[in-house]
């Protein structure tokens, strides 16, 4: 089982619909959760963070955290073709030192 | 600085050849990444600072692979005697403190030919 785990799309979604994204963990310790928005050829710039559970939202986006199904999302409300990307899932995994796992990325299509 | 800056943004290295890559982080960030990516994939762990101490480098793939971060804020990344499988984007990341959300460079695209 990877760490990290992601559907790795692509994910087709017409203009104005809301899309979700979903990663699970595999570490029960982990504390911080982040996605990460990835445009082909270009490096990957921070979408959320989250810490606790339940849901955070800002702007068009929300991340969800269930811990105890070790389950995180990102819902993309009112989706524009801009979005299309692929987004990451980040997990902390602090046994043994600090790092941060990533997963290998869903890549959202958002159709015009 | 106000971003992440890492140098060169492309390299292409015969293999054989020894290459270095800089990564200069954001003032004050305590923490420092490098990941690998390869086309298609999340960016893979190699190894992390937290000022000049290297806590964690159980992602570098081969004794090939080697990174310091002497004074706590330039990093760099050499690799020996490159090989066609170490061709990849090489990312780096810096954080104010553990636990802190990353913030990335732009990476340094590395071809081995």
């Known amino acids: 089982q990877k760490e990290v785990e992601q559907n790795s799309g692509p994910l087709s979604v017409p203009e104005g619909a809301i899309a979700s994204l979903n990663c699970t963990y595999s570490?029960?310790?982990?504390?911080?959760f982040f996605w990460y928005r990835q445009y082909s050829g270009k490096s990957p710039e921070l979408i959320m963070s989250i810490y606790s559970n339940g849901d955070k939202e800002d702007g068009r986006f929300t991340a969800q955290l269930n811990k105890a199904s070790q389950y995180v999302s990102l819902l993309i409300r009112d989706s524009q073709p801009s979005d299309s990307a692929t987004y990451l899932c980040?997990?902390?995994?602090?046994?043994?030192?600090?790092?941060?796992?990533f997963g290998t990325g869903t890549r959202l299509k958002v159709l015009a | 600085g106000a971003g992440v800056s890492q140098s060169p943004r492309y390299k292409v290295a015969k293999r054989g050849q020894d290459v270095a890559l800089r990564c200069d982080p954001i003032?004050?960030?305590?923490?420092l990444f490098w990941y690998q990516q390869a086309l298609g994939q999340g960016p893979e762990f190699l190894t992390y600072f937290q000022n000049e101490a290297q806590l964690d480098k159980s992602g570098l793939p081969s004794d090939r692979f080697f990174a310091e971060r002497p004074e706590g804020s330039v990093s760099t990344l050499k690799i020996q005697r490159t090989q066609q499988e170490d061709s990849a984007v090489y990312l780096c990341a810096s954080s104010l403190a553990p636990n802190s959300p990353l913030h990335f460079g732009n990476g340094t695209r590395l071809t081995v030919t």
């Open positions: 570490d029960r310790v982990s504390q911080s």
């Open positions: 003032s004050g960030h305590v923490s």
């Open positions: 980040a997990v902390d995994r602090s046994s043994g030192t600090y790092k941060y796992i």
